[in-house]
T-cell receptor, first 112, second 115 residues
Framework: GNSVTQMEGPVTLSEEAFLTINCTYT??????LFWYVQYPGEGLQLLLKATKADDKGSNKGFEATYRKETTSFHLEKGSVQVSDSAVYFC???????????FGKGTKLSVKP | EPEVTQTPSHQVTQMGQEVILRCVPI?????FYWYRQILGQKVEFLVS????????KSEIFDDQFSVERPDGSNFTLKIRSTKLEDSAMYFC?????????????FGPGTRLTVL
């Protein structure tokens, strides 16, 4: 079945450090891929998405590229800020369905 | 900015009791979802709902669970007889349309604790 695997947290970085959170997926078809973010006390918010191979999603300085050959969708940001501290979830959705399949989430803490 | 709201934020109940978790989706959205996250585990899909009926459900969504849109605004998840393993964070989501291209907007969640 379809599944998403992302790196275990927590990840602790200093401000302005480079961030990578790895995400790989298993899917029978051609899914869309997403990164959601959850700030403390809030719901999940869509951060970025990519709907086909080689697409790059980007938002708020974060980006991720849909790599079909490696079945990956790694999240990157060149210079993190304290305000980026949150839990990040990688997810996929098959084209014909709406439900999302999530990874376990990775908690990011950015220290000043 | 419109948002999905959920009540209560935290529900504590005794094993075997019925609970109803409430959600108010974004007003022009047509598709509604429930997900749950057991502590330390993945966010898991439970059910999707459209046009007053279930459109898809997971293996988790057994006969103990039901969903309803009792009026034009609320969307509820009922657990008929709670078990200890139902303790989790429950998220409601809504979207304008179905399919993988459409963004789902999530509520802040209800933490359910079954004692």
């Amino acid at each position: 079945g379809n599944s998403v695997t992302q790196m275990e947290g927590p990840v602790t970085l200093s401000e302005e450090a480079f961030l990578t959170i790895n995400c790989t997926y298993t899917a029978t078809g051609y899914p869309s891929l997403f990164w959601y973010v959850q700030y403390p006390g809030e719901g999940l918010q869509l951060l970025l998405k990519a709907t086909k191979a080689d697409d790059k999603g980007s938002n708020k300085g974060f980006e991720a590229t849909y790599r079909k050959e490696t079945t990956s969708f790694h999240l990157e940001k060149g210079s993190v800020q304290v305000s980026d501290s949150a839990v990040y979830f990688c997810a996929l959705s098959e084209r014909s369905q709406g439900n999302l399949i999530f990874g376990k989430g990775t908690k990011l803490s950015v220290k000043p | 900015e419109p948002e999905v709201t959920q009540t209560p934020s935290h529900q504590v109940t005794q094993m075997g009791q019925e609970v109803i978790l409430r959600c108010v989706p974004i007003s022009n959205h047509l598709y509604f979802y429930w997900y749950r996250q057991i502590l330390g585990q993945k966010v898991e899909f439970l059910v999707s709902f459209y046009n007053n009926e279930i459109s898809e459900k997971s293996e988790i969504f057994d006969d103990q669970f039901s969903v309803e849109r009792p009026d034009g605004s609320n969307f509820t998840l009922k657990i008929r007889s709670t078990k200890l393993e139902d303790s989790a964070m429950y998220f409601c989501a809504s979207s304008e349309d179905s399919g993988s291209y459409n963004e789902q907007f999530f509520g802040p969640g209800t933490r359910l604790t079954v004692l």
